[in-house]
């Protein structure tokens, strides 16, 4: 027996830290390679921990609720050695018994890990990538490659799809693909072993070095010991009680996930089908697990509660007597309702994906940063009339459409350059002025959200550069083709509330940035101007207000307001003497 001593894994770059937040196993449970040993948290997100190896858990070295730093020894796991061989691509895992060999760098992009195949030659993991930091899982869309075929390094081996991002994924060596561990149109969590290769004799798998088995391990293993930092196990929650009549099912084929978007894990679908269970009666159970997913136990409590009760279809399904926060959440662009009580005017839609890391967010900035708004009026009546006499030429000479958004974002850049400040982040105690101006310009994606790409070096750029790099990120950003790297690293944002018909708004801060600029719809108005030989006239204008939200811990009034004025004058500077 050997032991693998498993460490709080690092999250990101920026992570020092973890929570242990809820152990998903306890001393003397057995665990597989790559199940979930215990959920932790940082301040970014929280994930789930695989293991890294299988055997038994044999010491909880950290109780639930407790904060370490990354590295610290968390639990230890008994195991063979021949099984901990292959445990280099879980985080934290860190063999006491047997060193491993020294490895270089990993330059591709999939994590992967090099063990020896039980033939003699060696085998790489190819895992699952995390393609952002709010990116917590992938769905394999595509596989390039199929078992048996021959790959060469960095040749594509799969496409992937996150909630933001498609994308392909390169393989990290040379060799034959020896297993494919998730199906096509399955989702599983960053980290996971998706996939296999076998080295080519002598092959360098992006840096990685192939290490030779380790010798038998003959010391004995450590006794077990409790630890007072073992999660108890949970009681599975009620079923629903069902008051109108349901289909007991036919034994067909039950999908991974369900109309609503819920989840059903192999186990569950196979009891489902084996019981006759229709997908209709699966969204109804009130799931204990994680995201509220129906697990072993639930769909167990629930056949036992179902008796034999004639088979009829629900439309829709009424529950009677469970209360609303029992009652199974669905997630649907055109989401099937939940009755709820005699009432029946209650819609109840579980939030998808990308809902929940805005909302996440959002929520984040407002207790991070304390919020004011600023707002100005700008008189843009020259620059509508470049626009205009402009549009046609631009878009046949340069292939795209001119917008207004390349010039908000070259005015706020050289307002930008007059006020530093607004072009920092604030880091515990400490101010970071950037020297870059990475902007970033928000695109709303239909009705279900809004994502963030960023504008790089907007600085070197000239109206028409801005326009084609604003094009790229908004077409790129409707497809769900953008890059993790075109979603971070943005030091201020502008944002067109106007493009929606908004004549103003007071947008949350994108954090870690300081500053959001809000630009609001272009209106004509009768506006009082003064003449040289008139006096005072009336004249109709083409105005519009913009708004300015910024961090009141290191942006007061003042500098807001000359930011404002910097902006209004590069944007009322435009007109027909310009040429673009």
Request: glycine share 8%; hydrophobic share 45%; charged share 20%.
């Amino acid at each position: 027996m050997a032991r693998v001593e498993v460490s709080m894994p690092k999250m990101g770059e920026s992570i020092t830290e973890g929570t242990v937040l809820e152990w998903i196993k306890k001393p003397g449970d057995a665990i597989e390679l790559d199940e979930a040993l215990l959920e932790i948290g940082t301040d970014k997100v929280d994930t789930e921990v695989p293991s890294p190896a299988a055997g038994v858990l044999a010491e909880i070295l950290i109780e639930e609720g407790e904060t370490v730093e990354v590295g610290t020894v968390i639990a230890v796991i008994e195991t063979e050695v021949s099984e901990a061989a292959s445990t280099g691509s879980a985080p934290g895992a860190q063999p006491t018994e047997a060193p491993a060999p020294a490895r270089t760098p990993v330059k591709a992009s999939v994590p992967a890990a090099a063990a020896p195949k039980s033939d003699g030659g060696a085998t790489m993991d190819v895992m699952m990538p995390k393609m952002g930091e709010s990116i917590m899982e992938g769905t394999v869309l595509t596989w390039h490659k199929k078992v048996g075929d021959e790959i060469g390094l960095d040749e594509t081996l799969l496409e992937i799809a996150t909630d933001k991002v498609d994308t392909e994924v390169p393989s990290p060596a040379a060799g034959t693909v020896h297993e494919i561990l998730t199906d096509e149109g399955e989702t599983v969590d960053v980290g996971t072993r998706i996939a296999v290769i076998a080295l080519a004799a002598g092959a360098a798998a992006s840096g990685v070095a192939v290490s030779a088995p380790p010798e038998k391990e003959t010391t004995p293993a450590a006794p077990e010991k409790p630890t007072p930092g073992a999660a108890p196990v949970q009681p599975a929650a009620p079923a629903a009680v069902i008051s109108a009549p349901i289909s007991m099912g036919d034994g067909a084929s039950i999908p991974r996930t369900g109309p609503g978007g819920e989840f059903y894990s192999p186990l569950v679908r196979s009891i489902a089908e084996k019981e006759g269970v229709s997908v209709g009666e699966l969204a109804v159970i009130a799931g204990s697990g994680r995201e509220a997913r129906v697990t072993k136990d639930d769909l167990l409590s629930y056949l036992q509660s179902r008796g034999s009760m004639p088979a009829a279809e629900p439309a829709p399904v009424v529950v009677s007597t469970p209360p609303v926060a029992s009652v199974r959440q669905t997630v649907s662009m055109e989401p099937t309702p939940i009755v709820i009580g005699e009432a029946g005017r209650t819609e109840i839609i579980k939030m998808d994906r990308m809902r929940q890391i805005i909302a996440e967010h959002m929520v984040r900035s407002v207790a991070t940063s304390a919020h004011v708004t600023s707002f100005a009026e700008i008189d843009v009546t020259d620059l509508v009339k470049l626009r205009e006499a402009n549009k046609a030429a631009f878009q046949a000479r340069e292939g795209i459409k001119l917008t207004y958004t390349p010039f908000f974002v070259f005015a706020a850049v050289e307002a930008l350059k007059d006020h530093p400040m607004m072009n920092a982040s604030v880091e515990g105690k400490e101010i970071h002025v950037r020297k870059a101006y990475h902007v970033s310009i928000a695109v709303a994606i239909g009705s279900s959200g809004l994502v963030a790409p960023v504008i790089r070096d907007a600085g070197q750029k000239n109206v028409a550069g801005l326009a084609h790099a604003a094009a790229d990120l908004a077409e790129r950003a409707r497809r769900k083709k953008l890059l993790p790297d075109q979603l971070q690293g943005g030091t201020f944002t502008v944002t067109n509330v106007g493009s929606l018909g908004s004549l103003m708004g007071t947008p949350i801060i994108n954090q870690p940035q300081v500053g959001i600029l809000a630009t609001g719809a272009i209106k004509k108005r009768p506006v009082v101007m003064e003449d040289a030989n008139l006096g005072d006239v009336i004249a109709i204008r083409s105005i519009m207000y913009v708004s300015l939200s910024y961090d009141h811990r290191i942006i007061d009034g003042a500098m807001a307001s000359s930011f404002l004025r910097r902006y209004t004058e590069v944007l009322e500077s435009f007109g027909p003497h310009v040429e673009l």
